[in-house]
Nanobody, 111 residues
Framework: QVQLVESGGGLVQPGGSLRLSCAAS????????MAWYRQAPGKQRELVAS???????YYAHSVKGRFTISRDNAKNTVTLQMNSLKSEDTAVYYC?????WGQGTQVTVSS
């Protein structure tokens, strides 16, 4: 069973940046996808970004060009660098690997 622990959320002003990290314990295979999802109040959970291996990435249209996902397979970590944040990025962000989910970390973008 893989356990995922997110960190790095918080309150930031519009236009600011945050860096989310996810540490995975257990057996992780680099060829399986690791991903970040988010869920805003009253909305469904949505895929934000994913990465397979070290460099095969996907981004939701709404975050493309602003967010960057990266992965350290040796350390079993995945990171989401979020720049130019907007109020609509406010949500709980979740790390995902196969059927495992982290507990979520709150990101609030507000002035």
């Amino acid at each position: 069973q893989v356990q995922l622990v997110e960190s790095g959320g918080g309150l930031v002003q519009p236009g600011g940046s945050l860096r989310l990290s996810c540490a995975a314990s257990g057996t992780i295979f680099s060829w399986f996808v690791m991903a970040w999802y988010r869920q805003a109040p009253g909305k469904q959970r949505e895929l934000v970004a994913s990465i397979r291996g070290g460099d095969s990435t996907y981004y939701a249209h709404s975050v493309k060009g602003r967010f960057t996902i990266s992965r350290d397979n040796a350390k079993n970590t995945v990171t989401l660098q979020m720049n130019s944040l907007k109020s609509e990025d406010t949500a709980v962000y979740y790390c995902n690997y196969q059927e495992s989910w982290g507990q979520g970390t709150q990101v609030t973008v507000s002035s």
